[in-house]
């Protein structure tokens, strides 16, 4: 256990569906990160959050949409997605110091769009 | 950009120690060696990392040559468990911007039993 925890863990949604999926750190960090990871392919930072303000957006379509209401929760809100974002969604966090700051990452939602 | 350049592929008889190799000849001063595995359809794991000494925790040895060019992380006692893809890392000081953290293709370690 990384301290860090996704749901749901299996997500099954038609393109027209609107569904979130959750994070929560139990590690007191201050940052807090999404990732996409398709099949074959590295994975992809969409978005990043300090201090719950996002910092980072990188190029992600708007049917995603993220939400940091505190520094322990992470959502990220989907709607009208397509079969290509059919993907493994996997959250990290982290204590944002200025040094190296290490990622520690839930075990992912592994969302299927039919 | 790639940073790092591992081998795709790897196989460790079990008990044994599986070295893995890691190129990174454009590593600069302030960045960091990071090493994460993620075994099938779970999270990364974060294993190890360090800017010039070799380093050590209860998972595995980090080991970066003299120039910095290139490291290998060590699992002294491998196990069926390890059995997963293993991503080397070069990264600055910062999680943001041009620091973040990137993940490549990885190696595939198989643990033979």
């Known amino acids: 256990e990384t301290g860090v925890t996704q749901t749901p863990r299996h997500l099954v949604m038609g393109m027209t569906n609107k569904k979130s999926l959750k994070c929560e750190q139990h590690l007191g960090h201050n940052a807090m990160y999404w990732y996409k990871q398709s099949a074959k392919k590295p994975l992809e930072l969409m978005f990043v959050?300090?201090?719950?303000?996002?910092?980072e957006n990188n190029s992600v379509p708007s049917r995603f949409s993220p939400e940091c209401p505190n520094s322990s929760h992470l959502f990220l809100h989907l709607h009208t997605l397509q079969p290509e974002d059919s993907a493994l969604y996997l959250c990290a966090s982290s204590q944002d110091s200025g040094s190296a700051d290490t990622q520690y990452f839930g075990p992912g939602t592994r969302l299927t769009v039919l | 950009d790639a940073k790092t350049t591992q081998p795709p592929s790897m196989d460790c008889a079990e008990g044994r120690a599986a070295n893995l190799p890691c190129n990174h000849s454009t590593i600069s001063g302030n960045e960091y060696v990071y090493w994460y595995r993620q075994i099938h359809s779970q999270g990364p794991q974060y294993i190890i990392h360090?800017?010039?000494n070799n380093e050590t925790n209860e998972m595995a040895s980090l080991i970066i040559t003299e120039d910095r060019k290139s490291s290998t992380l060590i699992l002294p006692h491998a196990t069926l468990r390890d059995t997963a893809v293993y991503y080397c890392?070069?990264?600055?000081?910062?999680?943001?911007?041009?620091?973040?953290?990137?993940f490549g293709t990885g190696t595939r370690l198989t643990i033979i039993p």
């Open positions: 959050y300090s201090l719950e303000e996002r910092v």
């Open positions: 360090g800017l010039k």
């Open positions: 890392i070069v990264r600055g000081a910062s999680n943001f911007g041009n620091e973040k953290l990137t």
